[in-house]
């Protein structure tokens, strides 16, 4: 037998058990199981809401959009904003990115939860004013920077307050989601033939057969 027939028996050997495990059909991805459809929707809205704040640079569309939208909220930081964008650009477009967000934030909360949009509403116009007293406190002459101390503490308090509501209402939304799985628990127990049956009949096709 000369080299070149053993060169070819021994490259089918090889490359055999590849070939044929690559025609083996491979097993379809196992279906996940059925959510309850309201709890869905609901966790779908919140991650809607809580989205992150895109990094990317804005347009100038979107820079002007941010920049009303502050200073519709907080009229007196007007002025800030002009000698930030003077003094720190970078600064300015990051306080633009993350204005952005939060008013696309407010837009989806006023949407979804009113409760949650007025007292976010509330929070950025602090969160902003205390950012904003900051500014002030590094440039003010020392006889002021007491009373940007003092006005900085005041915010925080409201910011505190305003923070615990949003945990309680945080409290509130997990113990009502925790009813709703207790209560789907509750009634898909002694309904699991019926539901087996249903979710056979869909991966089987069964439903699109019997549509009118």
Known sequence: MNNKIRYLIFSICFLLPGILSAQEPQPEDEAPAPVHENLRKKLQERRAMLAPVPKAALSDIQKTAAHNFLIELIPEITAVLA??????PRAYARELRRAFGEMQMLERRKKYDKDEYTNSKKRIVLEHKSQMIVFRYRKAEEEQKEGLKEQLRTVLNQLFDLREIDREMQV???EKKLQELRASLKNRKPNKNRIIEK????LLGVDKDLQW
């Open 83 to 88: 000698e930030l964008e003077a003094e720190n």
């Open 172 to 174: 509130q939304r997990l």
């Open 199 to 202: 979710r056979l009949e869909k």
